[in-house]
């Protein structure tokens, strides 16, 4: 899947959540981006996702003025994989929707009960 393929799958998947959750979104950026860099990923080119910021929950009122909270998407790490199309496809909505939900300030195990994990 070439990067302008990724990055449509991505932005279906953005484009297609639901009210409840673009109603909450605040100050957000998504990117993808072709592998995670060293301080990211430790472990090797394994990180498929990250979000970086504060989670909705985690602000207070001194919150205004930050930078946007970023959301990036690791094309390299998701072709590894080894899926069909789509699987594939799937995998990167399962990855925008989970980093997405620690944006909103779900955690693991709820994500896990959502299917989102």
Sequence with gaps: MSRREFEQVVDRVLDQLPDWVLEKIDNLVVVVEERPN????PTGNTL???YEGVSLPERSADYWGALPDQ?????????ALGL?????EE?????????????LGIDDHRLDELGWS
């Design 84 to 88: 069909d199309r789509a699987e594939l």
């Design 38 to 41: 060293p301080d990211q990923d």
């Design 91 to 103: 995998q990167i909505r399962r990855t925008v929707l989970h980093e997405i939900a620690h944006h």
């Design 71 to 79: 959301i990036t998407i690791f094309r390299q790490p998701h072709l």
């Design 48 to 50: 498929l996702g990250l």
